[in-house]
């Protein structure tokens, strides 16, 4: 394998690290070029000699940069592409698949490219929240930036980095089209957050108002969904390691945390199950 990865940021630098534990080949972009990586103006010779390529470039505006810059050099290439369920909208908390329209949620732009990707033929892996290493509940928590919400009923579906990975690399050899990732258990935010803050033996962050949140945090409330995931298991043989929040939650805290809580499930009060 010889990847190309268009934007290299947090998810596609750990697709990375796997493709070159494996023994492939891997460069990366980045708007400046920094760290190793090649410019993402100036790769066009690597993209020549790609067998693989991922990208994880948002929208800018309303156009995908790298359709825009290098669409019409793409063909041959096996192409992974990291979507949003943001593309689903708002389901009122029902279950969605892939069979779901897309487009009717507040992300025009990113269902926008996820459309032209698909139409080229690309494996679209369509991603809920994302944490990780560096990047979870328990960070937020732990740097007092956390917040609960009184927002009854509300549920969103999220998955671990690593599950990401393992899914982009089964998708490699997949064919085309939406593939959703998320655990088995979607749950509101207030959920993951007071099992975080029971890990770390912190007391729960106080409950705020929609108002007291930004514009982007509001527009992320303002969509209830569950995403299912049968066909990604069906046809990419996958699967989470991580199943559920506290699971991914535990595991994080024991690679950073000296003195771990227990992981007993029975460590969790009645309204953390």
Not at 95 to 101: G, T
Not at 215 to 224: I, K, L, S
Request: positive net charge; aromatic residues 6%.
């Amino acid at each position: 394998m010889r990847l190309l990865i268009f934007g290299l940021g947090y998810t596609a630098a750990r697709v990375a690290d796997a493709v070159r534990a494996g023994g492939g080949e891997v460069v990366g972009t980045t708007r400046d070029g920094r760290g190793g990586t090649v410019r993402f103006d100036a790769a066009g010779a690597v993209l020549a000699a790609a067998t693989h390529l991922l990208s994880s470039v948002p929208p800018d505006g309303e156009a995908d940069p790298v359709l825009a810059r290098y669409g019409a050099a793409l063909a041959g290439k096996r192409i992974a592409y990291l979507s949003s369920t943001g593309v689903y909208g708002d389901t009122g908390g029902a279950w969605v698949d892939e069979s779901a329209p897309t487009g009717t949620g507040r992300r025009s732009a990113r269902a926008a490219a996820d459309a032209a990707w698909l139409g080229l033929g690309a494996r679209v892996l369509r991603l809920p929240g994302i944490y990780g290493p560096g990047r979870s509940a328990l960070d937020r928590v732990a740097e007092g930036r956390a917040h609960r919400t009184g927002l009854a009923g509300q549920v969103f579906s999220r998955v671990h980095v690593d599950d990401i990975v393992a899914g982009v690399l089964a998708a490699f050899d997949a064919p085309g089209g939406a593939y959703n990732l998320a655990d088995d258990h979607p749950c509101s935010q207030n959920e993951v957050v007071d099992y975080a803050a029971h890990l770390l033996r912190l007391p729960p962050p106080p409950l705020v108002t929609l108002d007291q949140l930004s514009p982007m945090a509001r527009g992320f409330y303002a969509e209830n969904r569950r995403v299912a995931t049968g066909k990604a298991r069906r046809v990419l043989g996958w699967a989470p390691r991580y199943p559920d929040y506290r699971a991914g939650l535990r595991a994080l805290n024991a690679i950073t945390s000296p003195t771990p809580v227990s992981t007993a499930p029975d460590t969790a009060s009645a309204d953390q199950r």
